[in-house]
């Protein structure tokens, strides 16, 4: 069964205004930590920011910020205040505490940023 | 910083060869994973390494396997390389720290093709 769920098309952002990625999960394991990535086309992952399933509070880093829903399964990356380095392929991951350190990595979301 | 580095960013084999790719990381990290991806399926986990000479099969081992004789080097090896591992393949290395945090690093990817 699928874990981690991304499911938008592509998508063009106008640049300076904010984009929302969407991610849902699926686990029975009370602990859990939730991730995104940033793959530019030269094709290196790059982490952007970590949310722990304990956590009270929405994770924030610099222009990315996860909208974290805990009840509804769900992670959204909002990213800021776009610039046109941000074109690129999103990835959203899951590592489950008897998980033994794997990730589950959704499809990805492709975005494009328009100046 | 973390550096994940892979040996090669392109490589062309032919089919029947055997291939190594090389991955070695810099931040004394426990665990290393090799991963491929292809478009449309993601990131699939090939195999990890949990600590020197330990290994164990992600999702998809079949074709490949790997070593791990020092902490810091990770290689993946394809004893008879075939035309259908023409593939990206990521590198990443994690830490045994706090639980369910252990961000994966990536290195740059290296673009395997078959011929």
């Known amino acids: 069964a699928q874990k981690i769920t991304q499911t938008q098309p592509g998508m063009f952002v106008q640049e300076k205004e904010a984009v929302t990625l969407d991610c849902t999960y699926d686990t029975s394991d009370p602990s859990y930590g939730l991730f995104w990535y940033k793959q530019p086309s030269s094709g290196e992952m790059i982490f952007l920011i970590y949310q722990g399933s304990y956590d009270q509070q929405n994770a924030t880093e610099g222009r990315y910020s996860l909208n974290f829903q805990k009840a509804r399964k769900s992670a959204n990356l909002v990213i800021s205040a776009s610039q046109l380095g941000d074109s690129a392929m999103y990835f959203c991951?899951?590592?489950?505490?008897?998980?033994?350190?794997?990730?589950?990595f959704g499809k990805g979301n492709q975005v494009v940023v328009i100046p | 910083d973390v550096k994940v580095t892979q040996s090669s960013r392109y490589l062309v084999k032919r089919t029947g060869e055997k291939v190594f790719l090389e991955c070695v990381q810099d931040m004394d990290h426990e665990n290393m994973f090799w991963y491929r991806q292809d478009p449309g399926l993601g990131l699939r986990l090939i195999y990890f390494?949990?600590?020197?000479?330990?290994?164990e099969k992600g999702d998809i081992p079949e074709g490949y396997s790997v070593s791990r004789e020092k902490k810091e080097r990770f290689s993946l090896i394809l004893e008879s390389a075939s035309t259908n591992q023409t593939s990206m393949y990521l590198c990443?290395?994690?830490?045994?720290?706090?639980?369910?945090?252990?961000?994966?690093?990536f290195g740059a990817g290296t673009r395997l093709s078959v011929l």
């Open positions: 990443a290395s994690s830490s045994t720290g706090e639980l369910a945090k252990n961000i994966q690093y």
């Open positions: 390494s949990y600590d020197v000479k330990m290994k």
């Open positions: 991951a899951m590592r489950e505490f008897y998980g033994n350190n794997r990730l589950a």
